[in-house]
């Protein structure tokens, strides 16, 4: 029976531990500080937490519903609102607790330090534990900018939000990434004028073109101001809060500057080994999630695949597996991707841009969902879904979406992306009325001018 070590409590270390343990290995988890790492305790759930309290209290303003007020205090408790998210996230702790707990795992909490491939100590207690197999699962931290040092107080990191006590009057947000259109939408809702500033051509960059220009126009429609194409060139602090001068000659005055330009490796446990790193200071691990030590794994934000939970969940159960005596190579080519901010916005395979670049012709099919009922009932019109098929062979090879419940149904797609399923058949799909999923069909027939529902032909 082998002995796994797994260093990082997250969704990669978490799951990696309960993997190796289900299929009969003996398991130490180590975590320095919470259960869940930074998707439970300071980023995916209290984030969606927040959002979705904030966006019941913003339908009952009138801002969705053009229907009579059923609230009367039109402010936001900020300390009930934490509590709420505190409450949320202490429960998901103890669940997660007493299921590894339940299944067989030791757990410590500790600051861990890789000695070789074999010893790991604890720097508390300076314990040497052993181990078969290391799986580094260590996730990330908010990337410093070093002229934009994190001060906690006025220029702070994602991580820093939760300690926040009062509302501020406005925040300047450096990132429009996932995680900074994420959090201009929470201090919107909260009353806070914010203004994103984005060092690329559009904001969220790293979406379908179509997907950018859309969230634009939503930010404009809620008085979410953005700069893009800038860098801020100087950064002055007064009583008054700090007075941010941009690239293009602008000067923005905000309560607080939140920097959300991304995520560095947490590796300083590893510094007595020779692994391998990459450009950006990621573990360099190969397509069985194995480092160039051997015996030692590494899965989730550290090795810089994908900086997402649901990537790691899977990267944590192949590592695991392989890491026990399996062989199994990781798959990336399906990832559905989701960010949840004016509305919520989901992708999976290739974007437009992209699939061109590749050499594919294609067709596209847009619908939005302004003509579908449901979306109506729930006040949620914005967005659209946008389709892709290779013209060639009529499969679909990307999917994008921005609009209500978003994350929810790109699945379908991501299925159809993964299977290769053609436009037609899923066209020929019958789906239940009424849903948002329509708005898929609806999308696939646009491709072949075929949509019932769709005007603009």
Same mark, same amino acid.
Request: charged share 30%; net charge neutral.
């Given at each position: ?39 439970? %305790? ?195 602090? %007064? ?52 480092? %160039? ?165």
């Amino acid at each position: 029976m082998k002995n796994i070590v797994v260093i990082g409590g997250g969704p990669a270390g978490y799951v990696s531990a309960l993997t190796a343990r289900r299929v009969g290995a003996n398991v130490t988890l180590i975590e320095r500080d919470e259960l869940g790492g930074t998707c439970l %305790n300071r980023g995916c759930i209290p984030t969606k937490t927040i959002i979705h309290s904030l966006e019941i209290f913003d339908k009952s303003k009138n801002l969705k519903f053009d229907s009579k007020k059923f609230l009367n205090d039109e402010s936001v408790n900020i300390q009930a609102l934490m509590e709420k998210k505190d409450s949320v996230v202490e429960t998901q702790r103890k669940g997660l607790a007493m299921l590894l707990k339940t299944s067989g795992i030791r757990i410590i909490k500790d600051d861990a330090e890789l000695l070789d491939s074999k010893r790991i100590r604890l720097k508390q207690t300076s314990e040497i534990i052993s181990a078969d197999r290391v799986i580094i699962a260590t996730g990330s931290r908010p990337a410093e900018i070093p002229t934009l040092r994190f001060d906690g107080s006025r220029i702070i990191s994602s991580d820093d939000v939760w300690k926040i006590k009062e509302i501020p009057k406005s925040i300047a947000i450096l990132g429009a990434g996932a995680i900074g259109v994420e959090f201009a939408w929470i201090f919107s809702l909260l009353g806070s004028k914010v203004t994103l500033i984005e060092l690329m051509p559009r904001i969220l960059p790293m979406e379908d073109e179509e997907i950018s220009v859309a969230l634009e126009r939503l930010f404009k429609k809620r008085k979410i101001d953005f700069h893009t194409d800038v860098k801020i060139e100087d950064l002055k602090k %007064n009583d008054e809060g700090l007075e941010i001068l941009l690239s293009n000659g602008k000067k923005i005055v905000s309560s607080l500057l939140l920097v959300a330009v991304g995520r560095a490796y947490n590796t300083e446990l590893t510094k007595n080994l020779e692994l391998k790193f990459g450009k950006k200071g990621e573990v360099v691990v190969d397509d069985y999630l194995r480092t %160039n030590i051997e015996d030692i794994y590494a899965v989730g934000d550290i090795n810089g695949k994908w900086l997402l939970a649901h990537v790691a969940y899977k990267e944590g159960e192949i590592a695991a597996k392989n890491a026990t005596g399996s062989n199994i190579v990781m798959d990336y080519s399906v990832i559905p991707s989701t960010i949840f901010t004016v509305s919520e916005v989901a992708s999976v395979g290739l974007k437009e841009k992209e699939a061109s670049e590749k050499g594919f012709k294609i067709k596209k099919g847009i619908f939005p969902f302004r003509a579908i009922g449901k979306a109506h009932a729930i006040g949620e019109i914005d967005g659209f879904v946008k389709v892709i098929t290779d013209s060639a062979t009529d499969t679909i090879i990307g999917a994008h979406i921005i609009g209500p419940k978003a994350s929810e149904i790109i699945h379908e797609l991501s299925l159809a992306v993964k299977l290769k399923v053609k436009a037609k058949e899923l066209k020929e799909l019958i789906h239940s009325h009424p849903t948002l999923s329509e708005c898929i069909a609806e999308a696939v027939a646009d491709i072949y001018g075929e949509a019932i529902h769709k005007l603009d032909r």
